[in-house]
């Protein structure tokens, strides 16, 4: 059984950043597409960052775009997002996800593996 969880989250003030982590356990991680979804209240879920098997190749929502990057370390099964420049509008909860094959897809449907979510609280 493939199990995804995220931490790292938190309160941070705008303009500053934070890093988000995702390890996948039970499953064939080198050979899964990650993405990380975001979902603010009453809000639908968001795309933010999706990479390929091996990272070579990145995604990324307009409205992150340059500001976070997502990466991967297949030896540890892990994930990550590196949000930087924060703004009070990222506030979130950060969802890590998982596709064995709908690699760089931008659609949450498309992701079989999804963890718990992490809170992401950003002040002005």
């Known amino acids: 059984q493939v199990q995804v969880a995220e931490s790292g989250g938190g309160l941070a003030q705008a303009g500053h950043s934070l890093r988000l982590s995702c390890v996948v356990s039970g499953g064939s991680f080198s050979s899964y597409g990650m993405g990380w979804f975001r979902q603010a209240p009453e809000k639908d879920r968001e795309f933010v960052a999706a990479?390929?098997?091996?990272?070579?190749?990145?995604w990324y929502g307009d409205s992150v775009q340059g500001r976070f990057t997502i990466s991967r370390e297949n030896a540890k099964n892990m994930a990550f997002l590196q949000m930087d420049n924060l703004k009070p509008e990222d506030t979130a909860v950060y969802y890590c996800?998982?596709?064995?094959?709908?690699?760089?897809?931008?659609?949450?449907?498309?992701?079989?593996?999804w963890g718990q979510g992490a809170q992401v609280t950003v002040s002005s």
């Open positions: 996800a998982a596709t064995r094959t709908a690699v760089g897809a931008t659609l949450a449907p498309r992701y079989e593996y």
């Open positions: 990479t390929n098997w091996d990272g070579r190749y990145t």
